[in-house]
């Protein structure tokens, strides 16, 4: 038998596996199958599904996380490059510089640094060294470029390894500070791992040699205390962090607040050590203030000029006041939300969008009102936009903790839920109406909601219950800008949008949504849910959402990011007043009064209030992401109905594919990807007991359609059973009611006969030498398949 006859999987055994393990390819090198995405996450109503993983045949590695090659095989009946495209897609998205085809006859190799392409023989394969030494040259490497190269990852048993991406951040970070870079920028996704990408980037710099004082920095105590014992716990015994303004110049890794480092009053702690001292400084949110150049941030970089400086953020800036590029230049790499929903790494969202009738209406108060204080109402056009900032319409509070509350009773009341709101004040006024709205669950645990904002020390101090996965309460968290960056909360499975967004806010918008992207499968967490009331999901469509960055105000060295204690001279809520970006109000303010200020009051409140205007739902829709990462708000039925039609645009199409497949399973999983969950349409329906071909057909092509048990009565009906004698008779009727009861996913699969329903008969040997063996007895499930879906 000539190749030609052979499968991929027989062409690899014999001929393409050899081939690489005689050119000295051990098999702590070699990874066969070796997936890199996860498989996307497909959210229909409640029910998820993963998509396929992107796989490649082998991946090679001339030292672990070090991979140079990539190799994809193709059965003999296809030319000896057929799979070198493939090959090199996957080498774009793994960055690695070497790809081959195979059909068995030979390879096809293409240098991906240089672009040149040859054909080698079976026996002409390289050798691990060979491609090293080949890699060394093609990219100009030195000696102690070399050095950080070849430095290992951190790693003990059982400690995570680093996804593709990661492998690739980390990777160019250090070869790009190897190579004397001294200004660097990486992009990635809120959830992605940034933490982690900055410990090894830290640690191989450090036990290479090449950068040995190193500070990381941060904006939040939150952010380095999770650090410190999380991703940074290695570095125990040469960590330290930064407390008091006093700096112990004996250890190593220092993590440290800006703020603390900048000091205040002309306390700058930072000027204790020689600007020398550090030879790298790692920038964590590097958005909030060290692109722009007067800010604190910029005073310590500046003084630790001399250090490499590498900066994360999910959202760079470029505005006219500052500039993440101009600072840093060109991203080294950029990982995006879309590229980690399609991946399989984030969550999928599915955004409710509720119109309430004063915010799609606007609302102009009668001549002469006045508020709930005595004072009158200004008398203009008020909208989404002044709500809560300037005006406070009671009722439309009420409306919103009752829908969230609705939502949540309608799921589950555990979920973990944020809700963002414009100010402190408003946070407090939307806890108290979600308290009316939940008696009974905060009669039982005061706990379960909770404000979480910069002047509550109570609020603030369950932080880390929220955020953690073991922690039941709190439940819910109403904030205002706290909760917006570098809190992990894994779990948060609801995100409220009650805030405002204006012309500038992507980066908010992006680090709001960033909390719930986090996947937690273990704790049944698959996908989030973004309810807005403010109609900030519009943001999805703008470009800038997970394209170039965009313009806003970023924060200065005035501005409370640490969460500082606030007092009656601090500014108001001001959306356009620079030292107060946020829009948190005093911590004693009431919402009330003069508005705050130094100057003399102008005799207006600093905020109306209105208790007798009712506020009712207008509208209320569900979108959910496409495969392409767009919003849809299609209904789930029309949604599949397209999806089906795209690829099978007739019904005779569909009838001969499913008849010549060899699994019918593969026509669902491949609709699947599409994002086509049959399951979801199922739940919808109402009709849990169809079978997928029949659902498939009466959707897309408006068939009467029958139940898996009608199905499975008509085929005994027809006597085929009688064909089968003594056991294979057997084996078949319990195949079938198997499919009458699960469907057809189960029979195809040969662990079916391993079921107790199977055991009764035989072991799955015998039950195979009943039909002649293996290759007769998938002939005969595929004849029972055929049978099952005749006329």
Known sequence: MGKSHLSEEDIKLRYITPAIQNAGWDNKQIRMEYAFTAGRIILRGNITARGRKKSADYLLSFKNNFPLAIVEAKDNKQPLGAGLQQAIDYARILDIPYVYASNGDGFVEQNLITGEVNELSLEDFPSPESLYQRYRIDKGIDEIEEKVMLEPYYYIPNYKTPRYYQRVAINKTVDAVAKGRDRALLVCATGTGKTYMSFQIIYRLWKAGIKKKILFLADRNVLIDQTMTGDFKPFSGKMTKVQNKNLDSSYEIYLALYQQLAGDNGEEAFLQLQPNFFDLIVIDECHRGSAKEDSAWRKILDYFSSATHVGLTATPIETKEASSFSYFGEPIYEYSLKQGIEDGFLAPYKVIRIGLDKDLEGYRPEAGKVDKYGYEIEDREYNAKDYDRNLVIDDRTRVVASKITEFLKNTDRFSKTIVFCVDIEHAERMRQALINENKDLYAENDRYIMRITGDNDIGKAQLENFIDEESAYPVIAVTSELMTTGVDAKMCKLIVLENNFGENGMTKFKQIIGRGTRLLEDYGKTYFTIMDFRNASRLFADPAFDGKPEVVIDLDEKDPVEDPPVGPDDPTDNPDNPDNPDGEIPE?????????????????????????????????????????????????????????????????????????????????????????????????????????????????????????????????????????????????????????????????????????????????????????????????????????YYA
Not at 641 to 669: G, M, V
Not at 706 to 725: G, Q
Not at 775 to 780: D, F, H, I, L
């Open 588 to 788: 004693d303010g009431d919402g009330g009064g003069d508005g705050g200020g130094d100057g003399e009051w102008d005799g207006k409140p600093r905020k109306y209030y209105v208790g007798d205007v009712l506020v009712k739902v207008l509208s209320e829709r569900v979108q959910y992401v496409d495969k392409d990462g767009k919003l849809i708000t299609e209904s789930l039925i029309d949604y599949t109905k397209k999806n089906i039609l795209e690829q099978y645009s007739r019904l005779d199409e569909f009838l001969r594919t499913w008849t010549e497949a060899e699994k019918k399973q593969a026509i669902i999983d491949e609709l699947q990807d599409d994002g086509v969950l049959l399951e979801a349409v199922k739940q919808e329906l109402g009709k849990t007991e169809l079978d997928d071909f029949d659902l498939i057909c009466h959707i897309a092509y408006d068939k009467a359609p029958l139940t898996k048990k009608e199905r499975a009565e008509n085929v005994k009906k027809r006597h085929y059973l009688y064909k089968y004698s003594d056991i294979a008779k057997q084996v078949i009727e319990a195949l079938l009611d198997k499919y009458a009861n699960d469907g057809i996913k189960e029979i195809e699969d040969t662990k079916v006969l391993q079921l107790k329903e199977f055991a009764k008969i035989g072991s799955p040997m015998k039950i195979v030498k009943a039909f002649g063996g293996k290759e007769a007895y998938q002939k005969a499930v595929q004849e029972l398949e055929n049978e099952i």
